[in-house]
């Protein structure tokens, strides 16, 4: 035994072995931690997409879809965008894991520290408008992500379900002539019925989202007119008993 | 030198940092109980376990500025150890056996993992447990090593296996039960 410490000392003379230097330990460890952050600055990027999009969602028109609320979440989940935010979360859980301490975390402690990291980042990046942005992005880029995810433009393009919107090009009476999002051309029809929200102008050139019933390939019975961002509700507070009636002759 | 053999592991350290002789009494410290970790993972003669173990001083050498003081030095070394065994055996693509223990050892072992005291068994039933403690994979014999030959806490476990304390636990318990179902399936009775 006692020659084993001598040949190990020799051996560390002879080939001149030496410790290796510590930044490289410390720039390893850094390294793994800006990785870790950057996946959860990821998955905050992706929680703010899944949030634009199920924000700009008219969440109170599943009645007039035959559904209830619970069918109509799960037809418009951003599921890609959730499996992938999963995927995101796993790995920085199994990163933190790999950390130089991180067996010694306890694992709720790192899930929560994760979620909250998530959420943090990604309220922030919400607020600057990035969600919206890289999704405008990823549909002009990638055409099957555009054709699999549910947007605003897809629920209010429906006309033979009832939804439409578009841009008002001329208000004439109570007929409005609108271009849909594809650029067809439509005559609405307003009536002593059709509720319009208080917070809509019919102007040329505003974009409106409309309710109603499709007549034919060009004409379309309004029953209910809300502008395009938001529901037109005017601040909080104010209800169905707020909106005016557009009545024309 | 009387001085340097006084000193900390955390010290003895710093010291061989700058110093390889340092070096040397860590190694003194530690080249027992890593010597007998090392053969009771493996199968191995006792030159090759000495071999491994120079492998693992010149590693643990090579990474002294990677030790943290907040961890008992002897898990950083039993983990470095750890390591070289489970590269060992991935160079040489074989399975690790623990039939290397010794009597005692075994007898420690056998006695904590299925409450079977030594004057109760015979040297037959005492064998065909080995055989199974044999068959165990891995992960569950080091474990139970580490745990019942070695008696690390549960804590020192953690920072050698790098494992959460919630899973040392659960291998602990998960081998003993593999073990006594290994002993149901072969019918021994020793109780």
């Known amino acids: 035994m006692k020659n084993l410490i001598q040949d190990t000392l020799n051996k560390i003379k002879q080939e001149h072995i030496a410790p290796e230097p510590r ?30 999009l199920l924000a700009q969602l008219d969440w109170d028109v599943y009645p007039l879809m035959h559904q209830n609320i619970f069918t109509y979440g799960l037809s418009v989940m951003p599921y890609f965008w959730l499996a992938f935010l999963a995927v995101l979360a796993l790995l920085a859980f199994l990163a933190v894991r790999k950390t130089e301490n991180g ?19 990604g309220f922030f990046i919400s607020r600057v408008g990035w969600g919206g942005r890289f999704n405008g992005m990823m549909m002009h880029q990638m055409p099957y992500y555009a054709q699999n995810v549910a947007t605003k433009e897809k629920q209010w393009m429906q006309p033979e379900a009832g939804f439409l919107a578009g841009t008002i090009h001329t208000v ?23 509720l319009i929200r208080p917070s809509v102008t019919l102007a040329q050139g505003q ?13 379309f019975v309004a029953s209910e007119i809300r502008p395009w961002v938001g529901q037109g509700m005017m601040g909080s507070g104010q209800g169905r008993g707020m909106m005016n009636n557009f009545i024309r002759n | 030198m009387i001085e340097e053999k006084a000193l900390t592991d955390a010290q003895l350290v710093e010291s061989a940092k700058l110093n390889p002789e340092s070096f040397g009494f860590l190694m003194e410290r530690y080249q027992g109980s890593l010597f007998h970790y090392i053969r009771r993972l493996t199968q191995l003669q006792n030159d090759d376990v000495q071999d491994l173990l120079q492998e693992v001083f010149i590693k643990i050498y090579q990474n002294l500025n990677a030790y943290d003081s907040d961890l008992k030095f002897s898990s950083w070394a039993y983990r470095i150890a750890h390591n070289q065994v489970i590269d060992h055996f991935r160079r040489v693509s074989s399975r690790p056996k623990t039939n290397a223990l010794e009597d005692y050892e075994w007898d420690k072992l056998i006695q904590a993992s299925v409450h079977l005291e030594k004057e109760l068994a015979n040297k ?48 602990i318990a998960r081998g003993k039960q593999e073990l006594k179902k290994k002993m149901k399936e072969q019918s021994i009775d020793c109780f």
Request: aromatic share 10%; with cysteine; proline share 2%.
């Open chain 1, 23 to 52: 930044w490289k330990f410390l720039s390893r460890k850094i390294g793994i931690w800006i990785g870790i952050i950057a996946v959860v600055a990821l998955g905050a990027l992706v929680i703010s997409v899944v949030y634009f």
């Open chain 1, 103 to 121: 067996y010694r975390f306890n694992w709720l402690l790192i899930v929560f520290s994760i979620a909250i990291g998530i959420l943090a980042i």
């Open chain 1, 172 to 194: 004439s009476g109570s007929t409005l002539e609108i271009d849909d999002l594809n650029n067809s051309t439509w005559n609405v029809q307003l009536t002593k019925q059709t």
């Open chain 1, 207 to 219: 974009m409106i989202k409309i309710i109603g019933t499709r007549k034919d390939a060009q004409n």
């Open chain 2, 124 to 171: 037959d039933c005492v064998e065909k447990i080995k055989s199974c403690i044999q068959d165990l994979p891995m992960k569950y014999k080091e474990i139970l090593i580490l745990r019942f030959v070695e008696e690390k806490e549960y804590e020192e476990i953690m920072d050698i296996l790098r494992k959460p304390k919630g899973t040392v636990a659960t291998l």
